[in-house]
């Protein structure tokens, strides 16, 4: 396996499958500017930056070092707190951080350091100022107990006035471009079924197809976010892993006629960048989803097939009728619905040797009305107490169709469906049938009561949150907060409302 | 002759343009470059610990089999407590802290056994194959049902004044209830972490990421039947302690050094997160109950107070937790008639442990609750009750018999009012609240008043050591520990100062118990007050020498001679500051010199239970402002304020960051960060997947602090006032704040019960508990 570390072109072939990249860098090679604050992808002090070649654009992005397996980086170039301050002269993001104080104990500020530059990549390549917001999206996986933030922010929003001279910016620089180039290059060329692996990195169906029949007992692993908790928290060791990320027809976003059809290894960040000009709702969902470092690695396809309760796609999938394609090592294709996927806490209908190849969801029902709400304690990188997702077709002042599916209500992500019959066909301001249809969630709807939540709790705010996706429907849209400030013009929402209260 | 260095080049990075000071490690910090213990490299034979956590609260251990655990490929060794070789109590101050269980284990997560294994790996593999059979006992798990089964850890305390039954029973109006506050994980970024190397003596070196150097020398001398001095610990710099570190860093440091000793090789413990949060000490959670008399002005008459710590299974240093609680119970308000008993709970969990403000928050939450409460029972604004309660003239003695000498609290609180614009504010909320149907604002103003000096009087005490080298550079050793609150910064500003030379000449270093000795514990926001005093000591002494060397070998007045602005003035004559340490060099000057400090004046008689147990109070006010949707019970916060005292700053830079990441902290408490235990005695909280520190989004931005500009009445190092802790209790303002979003559902004709903390579910009930009230009155 081959990677670009900082600027030294690596190759080792005798790394374990799950061998993580922080323990790459800190055993393997004395970087010990990254660190390990909770090895689970919480806490950001971990964060580095990954490069790869986009259409001969190079563009970075963070991940979380301590559950990314360092074979999953081969072919890329991997940046580190070491490399980013060369000649004695500082980042804009590390100069930024000295002037503001925005260390005290340090031991996150590595990681926090590789965030921000990577937003100031960002913005400096489609030349856009540094907000706020932009700068809390940025670190919104990099906790730090000391400083309170404050200092931090106004580190991001002063990078671009820093004077350090610093010269270079990481995408332009055409040495790495070229270093890229020529390990692709090499990897096409290598036959990787010539020489046995334990990290192997598919690049199509009938590769994967091929690998899944050498290697029948090899883990699928695609961002790994979850998965590799196995092994950094419960110190499970994994034999062969086959990364599903690179499988071309796994990959990307597109329309088909009247259908969106999203790739299972499409990451949470693609799916957020196609749908904030397209689908705000969605955009806004996956802003609460995680955290930036996550979003950068986490897939759609992980996380309905992981089928946790407590996922937040699944129950979006549900409420557009979504259709799932599989695949299995034989080359056999097929459909399922949404509807028919999930069996049981952690079980679906997947067989052992099959995969999630995409999703389909129709494009008439996304231009339905649609909300999703997610309550949990914070309002960055938390696991959903609740979620809804709600759609409402509508025709003449009805409700023609209507799609009420939650998660963290059940052992599965489920659908309301009493609640669903209630409001189908129902006037769209009929409150009546909305407060009949919330009787019925009562009784169809038994949560547990855990860390997160109480059952009561989980209850009440599916009865809350779909009053919510009644008074969207009915053009009342009540606040729903994110990690952004407030501003004063949404606060009027809700105002004078008082009938429906 | 052998030549002296030369005199170095100040160009090193370490202020801001003509500004403070910055934190000494800034740039190694944002480069990586500085080294936290588990970046230290790697010796070839170095072993790796975990231990074997015991799964029942409270259980005889039956039998226990460790065969599979030996066997297991990369272990090297397995310890029982048998194995230790000195004594196996590693408390802080008095005894049960066990460094390995015996045949009896009272908490989920204590650790029965040890293991040294090739790698980190191995070790947590290993331990899972033990086999141990538990006879179990029953479990006290909350501080309500030791109460109620009297099993404490420490007897009771309380604090009287007035004549209490008289005055509750006269008083015009009285409440009567209780509130239940969680603990909190201090979730520090470097979790606990030691390494110990065994020395050519039988005795030890020990990195220790610990705020209490001293006692971690002590007790692994204890654990190893060593006298104290063949033990070394050294700690650079901590990832964060916030407490945590301060008597619980010693078990790390004990388990490493007796498998280093025992297998000959440096051994490395470092806890993952998730042990961390399962087996090491909290904030304690508190039981109040609390009855206060009162008049229709909103004037507190009598007050009495009940406080149950859920100390843990041990007492750890719960004495003064408990303490420092009953001493904040009355916060920043006169108690005419009080009683306030602290109880120290004993449970069947880990033992809690030092937070930053030790019990104190426990104590304001209580005061500032009383407040929000009396306030909807007379009809009055909040802020109107607070300052008509507040210590003023006439009213200026606490509980505990300490007067509050100065009117830092009124004319701060009035500051506040007005930069803040309370007022204004108040009645635009007011006007939302009525017309907005989903969402309500919640406003609220409270003070902060914080007794410094450690409870236990014996911890006041600093030492330093100072050496000038003769290129003129100077290094300072102190007893204080560096935890990213730049306390290694200002004692070198402190230093540079006393001397009157450039601040790059002061060199810091580890802090190491072979330089300063019996150090106490950074901690109870007193390190730049007691080591700051150290050093200024030793750095009077050696300029003492320096002057006399200077009249007699220039033959001039001791008053003819200063230092100032890096230049030595000799009479008529000036020299460079190099120069001039040449010279007393060559002239047989000692350039080096300890210092040391007590801090005068305080003394507390517990028997009585009056005195003056604090030298000086810091204070400070927040005004926070929140919006609620209240169909879900999630909220933001909008807009912070903070007015906070912090005496001469020293280095204002450095005591913003600590007001504002106090202030977040604090707020996190009360807000996002909720321990959760299962009905067996396990936390469920146990990782950053669950338990939710604020990130940069729940930081509002409008967030201003200033500093109240006032020296400290007290002798203090240059007049400035301790910062570490106090702050920490502005966060309060946040959870009043929801709970004035929560009264406002009624009109505020009742402040519902809100829990502490105040998730969103938490804040969805206590709105529910107003709109119910209302429902029963209408």
Known sequence: MKFLLNDQCIEDNSLPSDFTALRYLREKRGLMGTKEGCASGDCGACTLLVGELNEGELRYSTFNSCITPVQSLAGKHVVSVEYLSQAEKLHPAQQALVEHHGSQCGFCTPGFVLSLASLYEEKQTCQQPIDRA????????????????????????????????????????????????????????????????????????????????????????????????????????????????????????????????????????????????????????????????????????????????????????????????????????????????????????????????????SLDKLAHCHRFYKVSKRMEDDISSVMLAVRFATEDHQITDVRIAFGGMAATPIRALQAEARLCSAEVDDERALLEAIECLKKELTPLSDMRASASYRLDMACNLLRKGWLAVNQTDVVSFSGHGVSESILTSGMEGEAHA | MRKLPQDFSVDRQRTKKGNLPMHESAVKHVTGQAVYIDDMPEWPNELHVATGKATQAHADIVSINLDKVRAYPGVVDVIVQSDIPGEVDVSPVLSGDLLLAGNFVHYIGQAIFAVAATSLRAAKQAVELAEIVYQTREATLLPQQSLARQEFVLPTHTI???????????????????????????????????????????????????????????????????????????????????????????????????????????????????????????????????????????????????????????????????????????????????????????????????????????????????????????????????????????????????????????????????????????????????????????????????????????LNQGGALVHVYTDGSVHISHGGTEMGQGLFTKVAQIVAKAFGIDYQRVNVSATRTDKVPNASPTAASAGTDLNGMAALDAVQTIKTRLCDFAVEHYGIESSDFAISDDLVHLGAETMSFPEFIKLAYMNRVSLSSTGFYKTPKIGYDRKAAKGRPFLYYSNGAAVSEVIVDTLTGEYKVTQVDILHDVGDSINAELDIGQIEGAFVQGMGWLTSEELSWDEKGRITTNSPANYKIPTSADVPEKFTVRLFERANSEESIYRSKAVGEPPLMLGISVWCALKDACASVCNHQYSPPLAAPATPEAVFYSMKAARDYQEARS
């Open chain 1, 134 to 361: 932009s700068v809390c999206d940025a670190i919104s996986g990099n906790l730090c107990r000391c400083t309170g933030y404050r200092p931090i922010i106004d580190a991001g929003l002063s990078m671009t006035e820093i004077e350090t001279g610093y010269v270079e910016r990481l995408s332009k620089n055409d040495k790495v471009k070229q270093t890229l180039d020529e390990l692709q290059c090499s990897a096409s060329v290598d036959d990787y079924l010539s020489k046995p692996k334990n990290y192997l990195l598919p690049q199509d169906l009938d590769q994967l197809i091929a690998v899944k029949n050498i290697y029948p007992d090899g883990i699928l692993i695609a961002g790994g976010t979850d998965l590799m908790l196995e092994n950094t928290q419960r110190y499970h060791d994994f034999d062969t892993l086959i990364d599903l990320s690179q499988v071309s027809e796994m990959q990307g976003i597109r329309e088909d006629g009247a259908r969106l059809i999203i790739g299972a290894s499409t990451t949470y960040s693609e799916l957020e960048a196609y749908s904030a000009s397209r689908y705000p709702h969605i955009y806004h969902l996956l802003g609460r989803i995680a955290s930036c470092q996550i979003r950068n690695r986490g897939t759609i396809g992980g996380n309905v097939a992981n089928a946790s309760p407590i996922a937040d796609l699944p129950p979006l999938l549900l409420a557009f009728d979504a259709d799932i394609q599989l695949a299995d090592s034989h080359g056999t294709l097929r459909n399922i619905s949404i509807h028919d996927f999930y069996q049981g806490y952690k079980q679906t209908q997947l067989k052992q040797d099959e995969w999630i190849v995409s999703f389909t969801l």
């Open chain 2, 160 to 458: 009287q004044s007035g004549d209490v039954k008289s005055a509750m029973a006269s008083a015009p109006h009285t409440i009567r209830s209780d509130m239940y506050i969680k603990g909190q994980e201090h979730f520090y970024l470097e979790g606990q972490i030691s390494v110990a190397v065994p020395n050519e003596d039988g005795g030890v070196q020990v990195f220790a990421s610990s705020q209490h150097p001293a006692e971690v020398q002590k007790l692994v001398a204890r654990v190893l039947g060593l006298p104290v001095a063949q033990v070394l610990v050294e700690t650079r710099r901590m990832g964060g302690g916030f407490g945590g570190k301060e008597s619980q860093a010693a078990v790390l440091g004990c388990m490493a050094a007796v498998l280093a000793v025992r297998n000959r090789c440096p051994v490395k413990y470092r806890m993952p997160r998730q042990d961390d949060m399962v087996q090491t000490g909290k904030r304690h959670d508190f039981w109040n109950a609390y009855q206060v008399g009162f008049n229709e002005a909103g004037e507190i008459l009598a007050a009495e107070y009940d406080m149950v710590g859920k100390c843990g299974c041990t007492a750890d240093l719960s004495d003064g937790v408990v303490d420092r609680a009953m001493f904040h119970a009355d916060n920043a308000y006169y108690l005419p008639n009080a009683r306030i008993s602290g109880y120290r709970g004993k449970t069947h969990t880990v033992s809690n442990t030092a937070f930053r403000g030790f019990g104190g928050p426990k104590g304001v939450i209580l005061a500032e609750n009383v407040i929000e409460e009396i306030a909807c029972a007379v009809g009055k604004d909040a802020l109107d009750v607070r300052k008509l309660n507040c210590y003023q003239a006439g009213k200026d003695t606490t509980p505990y018999g300490q007067k509050i000498n100065d009117d830092v609290l009124p004319t701060l609180i009035e500051a506040l009012e007005i930069s803040s614009d309370y007022r204004a504010r108040r009645h635009a909320i007011q006007a939302f609240n009525k017309r907005n149907a989903f969402l309500k604002k919640g406003l609220a103003l409270t003070p902060v008043k914080f007794g410094i000096s450690f409870t236990s009087k014996h």
